[in-house]
T-cell receptor, first 113, second 113 residues
Framework: AQTVTQSQPEMSVQEAETVTLSCTYD???????LFWYKQPPSRQMILVIR??????QNATENRFSVNFQKAAKSFSLKISDSQLGDAAMYFC??????????FGKGTRLHILP | DSGVTQTPKHLITATGQRVTLRCSPR?????VYWYQQSLDQGLQFLIQ???????AKGNILERFSAQQFPDLHSELNLSSLELGDSALYFC????????????FGEGSRLTVL
């Protein structure tokens, strides 16, 4: 069965600095999707970034980028120029071809002013 | 506003009772997912429907059941409730089968006393 592991329960970063959140996953499939979702205190789940496994190029969305290492089954999220509004719970997620999408336990990110 | 509507937003009930949570997906979305998020935990995948048919099943208890109706709305039924069932229950929808972006509702907060 597929699993998603986020080894950092909490992280802190100074405002305007860069932080990287780690995620590893386990799968025997070659075709899948990976996601990072943000959950602010409002509890609303918001998609941050999405990566198709068949694409070698790392996805980027403004200040958010990923480092996708398929062989290592690693999918880290880098947040550049951290802002106070980035404070949230971040979830890594894996989606297979059968549409099952599973989430890691999350990393709580604190932004220090 | 994601376009996914969940009702009720809050629900307080007693152990042993049964409740029904309702979800209306975004217009045009055929897939509906249900997730359970206990306090400060990750999202546990419960079940997924696609165009009325069950497509993927996660760690859903036998006391829980779900269905998707012809108009594509979905209901999650929780019975013989226990204290540990207290959680935030999210519904999410996606446009087509094939691991696209999930659009989440605001969740239904269930408190079992």
């Amino acid at each position: 069965a597929q699993t998603v592991t986020q080894s950092q329960p909490e992280m802190s970063v100074q405002e305007a600095e860069t932080v990287t959140l780690s995620c590893t996953y386990d799968t025997s499939e070659s075709d899948y999707y990976l996601f990072w979702y943000k959950q602010p205190p409002s509890r609303q789940m918001i998609l941050v970034i999405r990566q198709e496994a068949y694409k070698q190029q790392n996805a980027t969305e403004n200040r958010f980028s990923v480092n996708f290492q398929k062989a290592a089954k690693s999918f880290s999220l880098k947040i550049s120029d951290s802002q106070l509004g980035d404070a949230a719970m971040y979830f890594c997620a894996y989606g297979d071809r059968d549409d099952k999408i599973i989430f890691g336990k999350g990393t709580r990110l604190h932004i220090l002013p | 506003d994601s376009g996914v509507t969940q009702t009720p937003k809050h629900l307080i009930t007693a152990t042993g009772q049964r409740v029904t949570l309702r979800c209306s997906p975004r217009s045009g979305d055929l897939s509906v997912y249900w997730y359970q998020q206990s306090l400060d935990q990750g999202l546990q995948f419960l079940i997924q429907y696609y165009n009325g048919e069950e497509r993927a099943k996660g760690n859903i208890l036998e006391r829980f059941s779900a269905q998707q109706f012809p108009d594509l709305h979905s209901e999650l039924n929780l019975s013989s409730l226990e204290l540990g069932d207290s959680a935030l229950y999210f519904c999410a929808s996606s446009v087509v089968s094939g691991s696209r972006e999930l659009f989440f509702g605001e969740g239904s907060r269930l408190t079992v006393l």
